[in-house]
Nanobody
Framework: QVQLVESGGGLVQAGGSLRLSCATS????????MGWFRQAPGKERECVAR????????YLADSVKGRFTIVRDNAKNTVYLQMNSLKPEDTAVYYC????????????????WGQGTQVTVSS
């Protein structure tokens, strides 16, 4: 059974930091591109970070560039999202996702999804 399980969300004050983790099982982790998406109430889902399966190339949305970092630990089958200098507009449910073939900003290319973890940033 394929599972992606996010953790590390919570309530943090603006300017603070959180590290999200996505632990995977049931997949050959090295074969998957990994992405972090977020969705806030009333807003569409957006991709905030990606990391490729082969080269480990990373991509960040402009809204989080310079504040967030995505890292994968292939030995632990886990991908992380380090979130620094958090802003209230970062408040959302954060999801990790896995794509066998595509390193993409579009969610439809991702086969597997976690259940999400809530991040709330207070002003």
């Amino acid at each position: 059974q394929v599972q992606l399980v996010e953790s590390g969300g919570g309530l943090v004050q603006a300017g603070g930091s959180l590290r999200l983790s996505c632990a995977t099982s049931g997949v050959t982790f090295n074969n998957y591109n990994m992405g972090w998406f977020r969705q806030a109430p009333g807003k569409e889902r957006e991709c905030v970070a990606r990391i490729s399966r082969n080269t480990g190339s990373t991509y960040l949305a402009d809204s989080v560039k310079g504040r967030f970092t995505i890292v994968r630990d292939n030995a632990k089958n886990t991908v992380y999202l380090q979130m620094n200098s958090l802003k209230p507009e970062d408040t959302a449910v954060y999801y990790c996702a896995a794509s066998r073939l595509y390193d993409s900003d579009y969610g439809r290319y991702y086969e597997y999804w976690g259940q999400g973890t809530q991040v709330t940033v207070s002003s």
